[in-house]
């Protein structure tokens, strides 16, 4: 039996790495490859210098799927996306990585049925509050084509695999980091200058919102494994005030670039995901409390950072979303929500689903909207659905302060 399931799981890494049409759909983690298994670049990337050849043939990406018509006005002038895989709406089809979520069943409950390159079986929490917002879905950077007719209702530059640290996820392959992500980002706004003036791109931006989700991956890919012996250099609290000093950096550079409005979110409790279930053989499907205790602690200092911001920046208005109160309220009162699989990933293999990951549509549930978890680290679209009305007004329970969306974009707060 033992030899069975391993010639089984040889045969599905080895399909995943040779096979073309199956090489590079791996999600967030794949712990047992070198860094130097996939060439990494640290280049600033911008969809210009891709050519077709390098694109490697993506599925169809959110710049050619419309949403659903908006029913009024757009309530903002744009959504800008930084992050890591809770928010890539496609960015990673266009790399070197395992990392990549552009295979079915990725995207199999989707608007169009496809996958897009989103870590989720439907819809990213993005997606849902742009709609709230009047907008359609917000393109990944590097799937338009630079335009500003491209770029006028906002830019997703989220990455799988990017953290804080420049190189959290680089075991994975090439990703799109923070830093990297922000350069970006300067490209999009002297685009913008360039076609309506300074005034009117400096406008255009302040009244824009910006939601930022990253932090996770320099757990999963960098503390917890101890690359470069990193706890016997920073304890988790030391650790996670570093992780806040460097964002509170990158936040300032994109203040001073008008940005005004900002989404600042948490991190969700991966202790209760199925990868670390699996990982950390929990009996009967108990969270990983060590784990859960640094995602309080880093959003704990996060929250306090946020503070800090609106001292320091007199004309930003932040918010902070703790995704940990939102997810666990969820697992907590499962039965309320419709849930009943709270440990087992719909997708994946082993224990939990969480020691393989979701390679094939053979290895999904039938339906994944009564589970939580959609592979061994990403929620299923109902859980984005969810988690999205708090963000937008607290539908469920109030995990924004101090302040949801809804009530940041209202005219008050509007930059004249």
């Not at 079986?121 to 879905?137: K, T």
Request: one cysteine or more; hydrophobic letters at 40%; glycine letters at 6%.
């Amino acid at each position: 039996m033992a030899m069975s399931l391993a010639l089984l799981v040889s045969a599905l890494t080895l399909s995943a790495i040779f096979n073309p049409s199956r090489a590079l759909e791996f999600p967030e983690d794949f712990f047992n490859y070198s860094p130097n298994s996939i060439p990494i670049s640290h280049i600033s990337i911008s969809p210009s210098s891709i050519s077709p050849s390098q694109s490697q043939s993506p599925a169809p990406t959110p710049a050619s799927v419309q949403a659903p018509a908006p029913e009024s006005h757009h309530l903002v002038p744009a959504l800008f996306v930084i992050g890591d895989s809770s928010v890539d709406s496609g960015t990673n089809n266009f790399l070197g990585t395992f990392a990549r979520a552009d295979r079915l069943p990725y995207g199999r409950d989707f608007d169009t049925h496809q996958p897009t390159g989103r870590f989720c079986n439907g819809r990213i929490p993005v997606d849902y509050l742009a709609l709230r917002l009047g907008l359609p879905f917000v393109p990944s950077y590097l799937s338009q084509t630079g335009s500003v007719e491209d770029m006028i209702h906002g830019v997703n530059y989220a990455s799988a695999g990017a953290g804080i640290i420049f190189s959290s996820g680089s075991q994975l392959g090439q990703h799109i980091s923070l830093t990297q992500q922000i350069q970006q980002f300067t490209d999009t706004y002297q685009q913008f200058i360039i076609n309506m003036g300074e005034d009117a791109a400096a406008h255009f931006i302040s009244n824009s919102v910006f939601y930022i989700s990253i932090g996770i991956n320099d757990y999963i890919h960098y503390y917890l494994p101890n690359i470069s012996n990193v706890q016997n250099v920073y304890l988790p609290w030391a650790f996670n005030k570093f992780l806040a000093y460097t964002l509170k950096q990158e936040i300032k550079n994109l203040y001073n670039m008008n940005m005004r409005k900002v989404v600042l979110m948490g991190l969700a409790p991966i202790g209760c995901a199925p990868h670390y279930l699996w990982k950390y053989n929990s009996e009967n499907g108990e969270c990983v409390e060590d784990i859960n205790d640094m995602v309080m602690e880093y959003n704990f200092v996060m929250r306090y950072m946020v503070d800090e911001l609106r001292q320091e920046l007199p004309h930003i208005i932040v918010i902070f979303c703790d995704m940990y109160e939102g997810s666990m309220d969820i697992i907590k009162n499962h039965e309320h929500y419709g849930f009943n699989a709270t440990t087992d990933a719909c997708c994946g293999f082993g224990k939990y689903k969480g020691w393989i990951l979701c390679l094939s549509p053979e290895m999904a549930c039938s339906n994944a909207s009564n589970h939580i978890w959609w592979d061994e680290f990403h929620p299923t679209d109902a859980v984005n659905a969810i988690l999205a009305d708090n963000v937008w007004n607290g539908l469920h329970t109030e995990m924004c302060y101090p302040m949801n969306l809804e009530e940041m974009i209202a005219p008050k707060f509007q930059v004249i």
